[in-house]
């Protein structure tokens, strides 16, 4: 597991870039620990596991944190910046959309659209930066971004024509105009050229652009563009190609160089071209709230994470880590940038293939099991080609803490449009193995028997058929044996009526004929037979065809302590008003649950009257809430609320009924502990 003492310093700069994108602490918190949660299990086209156990010596005896994985590496960091961009999104979205007081202004819709554009160009390469940076947040020309990108790539072959730049464009402005929708409109220039409809004032968003553009350059990587130079003529040695093994550092600073304004004004400056802050064109966003530049009281700069911050994202990692060990044998879920695009049962089989489009960034492998919610097993950033838009070829693994392997290939398609996706996963311990395999092939079994059920059902209902007539045939001889031996009817009835009845008419007159007889009586002398008279033969009779629904003591006894321990043994049912701890389940569309799942636990934890339980098994009662996206808004959503004891009775809303809710997660969560406690209150 990563060990967040020795992140200090990436961990401080995770939470900062949070804090400035979305202002909200609580926000932020989540977006960092939910962006460590996939950088633990992610995986890279180059092979590498991030989630590792080192060799460690074992004549040392390590505990097992000691042996995990602890530093973020220089790649690592880039993808948890990454990995930030990505989980802030669901949270932008859902400010630019409402209407309350945590609604966006105009600083923060310039300030996701740079973060956005930046976003889209950094997972590809060094040409969309300089494409997105001079042709769409600044207004230079074809030729001068093809003079920019000359300057930074050192290498003149490798500039496109003019059509080509033109294409790309189009590419990041659909993909930009599909984020943002009716906030930002699309114009046409004096020459026919689409171009996002700027704002009348653009300087006076300067100094934000400048902040958002450091934020937003690669963390750890240094300024390598020199004054006073020809760029083109005389060249910049150190970002110029020094072999395939360099080439990927190299490309992270060209990066670096486009996007740090003070990089970027000195490479201006050296082509002679107008600097970036009289061209900056940043679009006019149409929202319809009324806003002002006031929307929030929260600063963008926050005091860095508390000790209470930090034991929360170590308790949902290590809550991770324990859940990644037992996950198995479950169901497999594959979402793509928040969308469930396949799923497989692993008692049916190991892999599954699908298809993803050419802009596809995060694949995400997560299992659901009967119990829990569910875990990340296995993160991975789609890799772009230098030469064009397609998703790169990808082989990789990841073999997790309890020793399952998750593998994902990706091959491109032949027309360099969608890929292919082939993902499977296998247990490389022995004995989760052996009984993953064991499982596999009992589910096949009854899969092939559920296949002949027509035979199956006739054949047990011939075996019925037979066993039944056995019963009626012995029962049938057993009548007549008991008819046939009159000494049996009479010694032996089932309520010794009968033989009481004998006694008294056929019983010669003596001193001796009732007296008892005890089990230690050796003078007792053989009894004689005695034919039954025709008033004894009816009664033996009638208690051979009709035994008397009567029980004796022992049986008596024993039903009784059957029931006890029956009724011992069931759940007792928890009122409403005794529920004082809930474990919170959450189901549905992937992006709203885990929103709706965070805010409502923090709320759980900031009441005084309901506690949260980290397991189920500790808690009162269940929480369940179904969460599904609304069509008319991707902020929206629709949340069904019930609350179940252990039993598995609905204590809340009464009448076995649910609770619907509708909003924002914020809203959803506040009205759902709202109502649960004034309900409990209400019964207590």
């Known amino acids: 597991m990563i060990n967040l003492a020795s992140i200090d310093d990436q961990l401080d700069k995770a939470f900062d870039l949070a804090c400035f994108i979305q202002r909200d602490r609580n926000a932020a918190v989540r977006i960092v620990t939910q962006a460590l949660a996939k950088l633990e299990v992610a995986v890279t086209t180059q092979g590498k596991r991030l989630y590792y156990k080192p060799a460690g010596r074992p004549q040392l005896r390590r505990s097992l944190p000691d042996r995990l994985r602890n530093k973020i590496s220089f790649c690592d960091s880039h993808l948890l910046q990454r990995l930030i961009y990505i989980e802030s999104e669901p949270y932008e979205i859902a400010q630019e959309r409402s209407n309350g007081s945590t609604r966006a202004d105009e600083e923060d819709f310039v300030i996701h659209f740079v973060k956005h554009l930046v976003g889209k160009t950094i997972k590809r390469n060094s040409f969309y930066v300089t494409l997105g940076l001079s042709r769409l947040l600044h207004s230079y020309t074809t030729a001068e971004t093809m003079d920019i990108y000359n300057a930074v790539i050192q290498n003149p072959e490798s500039v496109k024509d003019d059509y080509y730049y033109r294409s790309r464009k189009g590419v990041l402005m659909q993909e930009l105009k599909q984020r943002f929708g009716d906030l930002i409109n699309v114009c046409h220039g004096p020459r026919g050229e689409e171009r996002f409809e700027a704002d009348e004032n653009p300087g006076r968003f300067v100094e934000l652009v400048r902040e958002c553009l450091n934020f937003f350059t690669p963390w750890n990587t240094p300024c390598l563009v020199p004054a006073g130079i020809d760029p083109i003529r005389e060249g910049i040695p150190s970002l110029s190609y020094h072999g395939k093994s360099e080439e990927d550092k190299i490309e992270v600073n060209r990066i670096h160089a486009l996007l740090h304004p003070d990089c970027f004004g000195r490479l201006i400056s050296d082509l002679h071209f107008d600097p970036p802050e009289k061209r900056l064109d940043i679009p006019r966003f149409f929202y319809t709230n009324d806003m002002d530049n006031n929307g929030s009281d929260n600063p963008r700069r926050q005091p860095k994470l508390t000790e209470e911050e930090l034991r929360s994202i170590k308790r949902e990692l290590d809550g991770n880590s324990e859940r990644r060990k037992a996950a198995h044998a479950g169901l497999l879920r594959i979402i793509v940038d928040g969308k469930e695009r396949a799923s497989f049962d692993l008692s049916e089989k190991n892999s599954t293939r699908f298809h993803v489009q050419r802009d596809s960034e995060l694949i995400e492998v997560r299992s659901r099991n009967t119990s829990g919610p569910e875990v990340l097993l296995a993160s991975h950033l789609l890799a772009h080609a230098k030469t064009d838009d397609r998703v790169e070829h990808g082989d990789v693994s990841i073999t997790l803490e309890g020793g399952q392997r998750v593998s994902i290939v990706v091959s491109t398609a032949t027309d360099g449009t969608d890929a292919t996706v082939d993902i499977s996963y296998r247990e490389t311990n022995p004995f989760r193995a052996a009984s993953f395999l064991f499982q596999q092939t009992a589910q096949s079994i009854r899969r092939s028997l559920w296949g002949y059920r027509s035979i199956l059902a006739a054949t047990l209902g011939v075996l019925l058929l037979v066993i039944g007539l056995v019963a009626v045939i012995k029962y049938w001889r057993k009548a007549n044996a008991t008819l046939a031996d009159p000494n049996q009817v009479a010694t032996n009835g089932p309520t010794g009526v009968a033989r009481k009845k004998e006694n008294s008419e056929t019983a010669p007159a003596g001193p001796d004929t009732n007296k008892p007889s005890t089990a230690g009586d050796t003078s007792r002398q053989p009894r004689e ?156």
């Not at 009638?542 to 022992?554: C, E, F, I, L, Y």
């Not at 808690?619 to 179940?644: F, N, R, W, Y």
């Open 529 to 684: 037979v005695v034919q039954p008279s025709s008033k004894t033969e009816s009664t033996a009779r009638n208690a051979a065809q009709k035994t008397p629904d009567v029980k004796t003591a022992s049986e008596t006894a024993a039903e009784s302590v059957i029931e006890t321990r029956s009724t011992k043994g069931r759940l007792a049912v928890v009122p409403l008003s005794s529920v004082k701890k809930v474990y919170v389940e959450t189901l549905g569309d992937e992006l709203p649950r885990q929103s709706v799942r965070k805010v409502l636990e923090d709320r759980l934890r900031a009441n005084n009257l309901i506690t949260l339980a980290e397991d189920r098994n500790e808690a009162d009662a269940l929480i369940e809430v179904s969460v599904v996206k609304g069509s008319d808004s991707e902020t929206q959503s629709t949340a069904v609320v019930q609350l179940i004891n252990a039993r598995g009775k609905v204590i809340w809303p009464n009448g076995n009924s649910r609770r619907k809710y509708h909003g924002s997660p914020d809203d959803i969560s506040a009205q759902i502990v709202k109502d649960l406690v004034a309900a409990i209150r209400g019964a207590g």
